[in-house]
C-alpha cells in the first residue's frame, strides 16, 4: 500500500478512528498497530511479513540475551555479532546476491576462468534496508548500554513495523522510537492538525514535483542520446527535485501520519537544496541515514579521533556504505565516491563544519556570496544525481558529456509545467525554512483566537489541496521503496 | 480527548468537502478548450446523427483514429464510412452502449478495440472518460455504470489542470482540427514518425465478464447490423511482447462464436510503420492497414443492394501490399515466430465469417 492511493486514504482513517476511539489502553493500541502495520505492509506481497517477522524476532531476542548475559561482555559481543550478522546476511541475499554473483563471473572471466552467473529471480522485498537498519539499532544499542532491552514484544514488534516509516524511512533509532511504544498516549489536537499539514506538504512535494518531474525525467534518460545539451541539463535539473520531492514528500507524509498517532519521528530533510556546501548538504539530506552511518559506523571506526588520514579514510567508508546501500549497482558507489571526492577538500581545510545554521538567518533573500555557495553545492549535487539515475556508469559519462559538450542556446523541450512547479516549491521552503516542513505556521499564525488568520490558514490549506489534486502527476511508486 | 478528537475529524471532513466543491466550481467556472483532442467526439456524433443508413462505423479507440483512412475505405467499398474510433482511454464499454445509441438498420458496424480493453481498461481510464464527458456537456452521463463514475470523478482534478495549464501546442500536439471529415486524424500523415516508441507490455488481468458483456452487446447490435471484429492495428514489437495476451483475447472471441475476421497478426505491422505509439501508424502503415481492412471486408460483408457489387479478389490476402513505400511488408518477417495465429487462408477468413 502507497501513501497516494485509494487504499491508503481508506486506511488511514479507518486506523485513525479504530486507534483513538476503539483501542485505549496502551496495550492493545500496540498490538493493533502491529496489525494495521502488517496489513499494510502485506498488502505489497504476504510473504515479505515472513521476513520482518524474522527480523524483529532475531532482534527482540538477540537484546534479551545480551541482556542476560551481563558481565559476560565477550558473550555479548557474540549475540550482538551473530544478530548483526543474521540481518545483513538477509540484506545481502535479497538485495545483493545477483550482483556479487554477476561482478565475481566477470572478475573470474577477466582472469580467464570459464564462469557463468545465472541471474536468480529474488524479490526484492520493499523497504528491507530501513527495517534492518533499525533493527541494527536496537541491538547495537543494547549492546553499549544506551537502551535497556525490552520484554514488551507487542511495543518491540510495533518499534519494527509502525507503518508509516516502514518502507522507506526514516530509519529511526531505538533509543528514539521504542521508548514511546512503551509510555500511553493521548491525542494532542495541535500536534495531530501539524501533522495533517505535514502530510498535506509530503503529498504535493511527491504527486505534484516528483510525479510531474518523473515524466519528464524518464523520457529525457531514454532518449539521452537524441537531446541537447540544455534539455539534458533539464532532465538532471528535474530529477534532482523528482528524488527530493519523492523522498523527503515521503518523509513528511511518514512524520506527519506517525504524528496522528501521537508518535514523533525523526526529522529527515532539512531543506538540503539551501546548503552552501557538500558538509552542510549532507548534514540535511536523509539525516536519519547520514546519521545512522555515523553513529554505527564511523564512530566505532575511531570517527576523528585518530588523524586525518584515518579520518579521511572512514569518511570515504561511510560515503561509499551510502552508496552502496541505496542499491546494488556500480552507479551508486559511483555516487558516493563523487560525494566524497567533493567532502574531502571540505575536510583537510577544516570547513566542513563552517554551516551549521540555516542561510540567511533572519533575513529575506541571501547575500550574493550565499547565492553563489548555493548554486555551485546545488550544481555539484545535481551532476552526483546523474551518476545516481543512470543505469549503468557508462551512460552517466555519456550522459554528462553530451550534456556539456552539446549545449546550445535553446529552450528546454521537456518539463516546462514541472519547473513552474518546483519554483512554487522553493519560494515555500525558502519563506519556511526555519520551519519543520512548508505548510507550518507561526505560532501566532496558528492562534484560534485571531479568525483572520483562521480564514488565512484554511485558505492555504484548500489551495494546497486544490493544487495537490488538481496537478498531481502520473507516477505513483515511491523511488526509494526499491532501496 | 474525545472533543478535540472529534473536532479534528470534523475540521478534516470539512476540509474535504470544500476542496470537492471547490473542484466542482472550477469545472463549471472554466470554459471547455475548443481544440482538445476529445471535441473532435462531438463531429463524430454530429456525423453519426446525419449520415444516413447504410454506413461503416468504425468503433474502437485511437488506432482507427491515427490508422485509418477513410476516404479510401468509402471509394472501395461505395459506402459512406464513419470513423468513430478516438481514444482508447473512454472504455470499451462506452463505445459499445454508446454506438447502440446511434446505431441504424442497415448499418455495418466494425469493431477494432484495442487489446487492453480486454485487461482492465474496458470501462476506461478517468482522464480520457472524463474529458469526453466534458466535451459532450456530460450529455451522456445515463450511459455510465458505477465504475464509470468513479473513473469520471477521479478524472476531474487532471482536467481542470489541462483547463488551467493547457500545453503549449506543437505541431504534434493531439487537437479536435487535426481530423478530417470522416473523423480520420488525418494531420499525422504528413509528420515523421517519432524517433523512439516505447514498446508497452499489456498490464492486467484478462476480464473474461467484461469479455462476455461486449460480446452480448454485439449480438444485440446483431439484430439490426451487419457487425465485424477485426485486431486492432498494432506494431511488431509490442506484438512480440504481448503475444499470449493478445492470443488468449482472439481465443475468448473465437470460444464465444465471436472471432475477429481475420487474425491479428494481419494487422501486425512492421515496426517502422509506428508513428508515436504501438496504435498509431504513419502515413505508410495508414496505407497498408487501410488496404488490408478494405480486402478483408469485401470479402466479408454483405454489399446492401442499390450499392455497386464489388469483386473479391481473395487471393490478394496472400500478397504483399503494394503501397508500403518506408515500410517492409510484414509478410515473411514475423510470421515463423507466430505460428499460431498465423493462418490467414480465404477459407479460414470466409470460415471466420460470422453475423
Not at chain 1, 232 to 243: D, K, N, R, V
Request: aromatic content about 16%; charged content about 15%.
Amino acid at each position: 500500500m502507497i501513501f497516494n492511493s485509494f487504499e491508503f486514504l481508506l486506511f488511514l482513517p479507518i486506523v485513525f478512528i479504530l486507534y483513538w476511539y476503539v483501542f485505549k489502553a496502551l496495550k492493545w493500541q500496540n498490538l493493533f498497530i502491529v496489525a494495521a502495520s502488517y496489513v499494510f505492509y502485506g498488502w505489497w506481497d504476504w510473504r515479505f511479513l515472513i521476513l520482518i517477522f524474522l527480523t524483529t524476532c532475531c532482534s527482540y531476542a538477540s537484546g534479551l540475551m545480551i541482556e542476560r548475559h551481563e558481565g559476560q561482555r565477550h558473550k555479548q559481543k557474540a549475540i550482538c555479532a551473530a544478530n548483526i550478522i543474521l540481518n545483513l546476511l538477509i540484506l545481502g541475499y535479497f538485495k545483493y546476491c545477483n550482483f556479487f554473483g554477476e561482478n565475481f563471473a566477470l572478475l573470474l572471466r577477466r582472469f580467464g576462468l570459464q564462469a557463468h552467473w545465472t541471474t536468480l529471480d529474488i524479490l526484492l522485498p520493499v523497504g528491507i534496508s530501513f527495517y534492518t537498519f533499525q533493527a541494527l539499532s536496537y541491538t547495537i544499542d543494547v549492546y553499549h548500554h544506551k537502551l535497556q532491552a525490552t520484554r514488551n514484544l507487542p511495543a518491540f514488534f510495533a518499534f519494527i513495523s509502525f507503518f508509516p516509516q516502514l518502507v522507506a524511512g526514516p530509519i529511526e533509532r531505538a533509543t528514539h522510537l521504542l521508548p514511546q511504544f512503551l509510555v500511553s498516549r493521548s491525542f494532542d489536537y495541535n500536534k495531530a492538525t501539524d501533522g495533517m499539514c505535514q502530510i498535506l506538504w509530503g503529498l504535493f512535494k511527491k504527486m505534484v514535483i516528483a510525479d510531474n518531474c518523473a515524466t519528464a525525467v524518464n523520457q529525457i534518460f531514454n532518449e539521452y542520446q537524441s537531446l541537447n545539451g540544455v534539455t539534458l541539463f533539464t532532465g538532471a535539473f528535474l530529477f534532482t527535485f523528482q528524488i527530493y520531492g519523492d523522498f523527503s514528500g515521503y518523509s513528511d507524509i511518514a512524520i506527519g501520519t506517525a504524528r496522528l498517532f501521537g508518535i514523533q519521528l525523526m526529522r529527515n530533510f532539512n531543506v538540503p537544496y539551501f546548503s552552501r556546501d557538500i558538509a552542510e548538504f549532507w548534514r540535511r539530506w536523509h539525516i536519519s541515514l547520514t546519521t545512522w552511518f555515523r553513529d554505527y559506523i564511523y564512530i566505532p571506526l575511531g570517527g576523528s579521533h585518530h588523524g586525518k588520514w584515518k579520518t579521511a579514510r572512514n569518511t570515504l567508508i561511510i560515503f561509499l556504505t551510502s552508496g552502496f546501500w541505496h542499491g546494488a549497482n556500480w552507479t551508486f558507489v559511483l555516487w558516493g565516491a563523487y560525494h566524497a571526492m567533493l567532502f574531502f577538500p571540505l575536510f583537510i581545510l577544516g570547513r566542513n563544519r563552517k554551516h551549521t545554521d540555516i542561510v540567511a538567518h533572519g533575513k529575506r533573500l541571501p547575500s550574493l556570496r550565499e547565492s553563489m555557495q548555493m548554486a555551485i553545492t546545488f550544481l555539484l549535487v545535481l551532476i552526483g544525481w546523474i551518476v545516481f539515475r543512470a543505469e549503468h556508469i557508462g551512460q552517466a559519462c555519456n550522459y554528462i558529456s553530451r550534456m556539456v559538450t552539446q549545449l546550445h542556446p535553446c529552450l528546454p523541450e521537456y518539463g516546462k509545467k514541472s519547473i513552474l512547479f518546483i519554483t512554487a516549491l522553493i519560494f515555500m521552503e525558502w519563506i519556511q525554512r526555519d520551519k519543520e516542513h512548508g505548510l507550518q505556521f507561526a505560532p501566532n499564525f496558528l492562534s484560534p483566537h485571531s479568525r483572520r488568520n483562521q480564514v488565512l490558514r484554511w485558505s492555504v490549506y484548500l489551495c494546497v489541496s486544490l493544487f495537490v489534486l488538481i496537478f498531481a502527476g502520473t507516477q505513483a511508486e515511491f523511488i526509494y521503496f526499491q532501496f | 480527548m474525545n472533543t478535540f478528537l472529534t473536532r479534528f475529524l470534523i475540521r478534516v471532513l470539512l476540509l474535504g468537502i470544500t476542496t470537492a466543491l471547490s473542484l466542482i466550481t472550477l469545472q463549471v467556472l472554466l470554459p471547455e478548450r475548443q481544440d482538445d483532442y476529445l471535441q473532435a467526439y462531438n463531429q463524430k456524433c454530429r456525423l453519426l446523427e446525419t449520415i444516413p443508413s447504410p454506413r461503416i462505423i468504425f468503433i474502437g479507440g485511437s488506432n482507427l483514429a491515427f490508422s485509418l483512412d477513410s476516404h479510401r475505405i468509402q471509394d472501395s467499398l461505395h459506402l459512406p464510412v464513419i470513423n468513430y474510433g478516438l481514444h482508447a482511454g473512454i472504455g470499451l464499454k462506452y463505445m459499445v452502449d454508446d454506438i447502440a445509441t446511434y446505431a441504424q438498420k442497415g448499418d455495418i458496424l466494425v469493431f477494432a478495440p484495442e487489446y487492453s480493453h480486454f485487461y482492465g481498461a474496458m470501462y476506461g481510464e478517468s482522464v480520457a472518460i472524463t474529458g469526453l464527458l466534458a466535451a459532450s456537456h456530460w450529455k451522456k452521463l445515463h450511459l455510465l455504470n458505477i465504475r464509470q463514475i468513479i473513473n469520471v470523478i477521479c478524472g476531474l482534478p487532471h482536467h481542470i489542470s489541462v483547463k488551467l495549464l493547457p500545453s503549449i501546442p506543437n505541431e504534434r500536439t493531439y487537437s479536435a482540427s487535426n481530423f478530417n471529415e470522416y473523423g480520420d486524424e488525418a494531420k499525422h500523415w504528413e509528420l515523421s514518425s517519432m524517433p523512439y516508441i516505447k514498446t508497452n507490455s499489456i498490464k492486467g488481468t484478462f476480464d473474461s465478464e467484461f469479455g462476455n458483456y461486449f460480446v452480448s452487446q454485439i449480438r444485440n447490435l446483431q439484430q439490426k447490423c451487419q457487425v465485424y471484429l477485426i485486431p486492432p492495428v498494432y506494431r511488431e514489437s509490442n506484438f512480440k511482447l504481448n503475444r499470449e495476451k493478445v492470443k488468449k483475447v482472439a481465443d475468448f472471441l473465437q470460444e464465444a462464436q465471436c472471432p475477429y475476421l481475420v487474425t491479428p497478426v494481419r494487422h501486425v505491422l512492421p515496426d517502422s510503420c509506428a508513428y508515436d505509439t504501438e496504435y498509431h501508424m504513419n502515413r505508410s502503415g495508414v496505407d497498408i492497414y487501410t488496404s488490408r481492412i478494405i480486402e478483408e471486408l469485401k470479402q466479408a460483408i454483405r454489399i446492401p443492394a442499390q450499392t455497386q457489387e464489388p469483386d473479391f479478389p481473395i487471393k490478394v490476402l496472400h500478397t504483399p501490399m503494394q503501397n508500403s513505400d518506408a515500410c517492409t511488408p510484414l509478410t515473411g518477417t514475423v510470421s515463423s515466430s507466430i505460428q499460431w495465429i498465423c493462418d490467414c487462408s480465404p477459407e479460414n477468413a470466409n470460415g471466420r465469417r460470422w453475423e
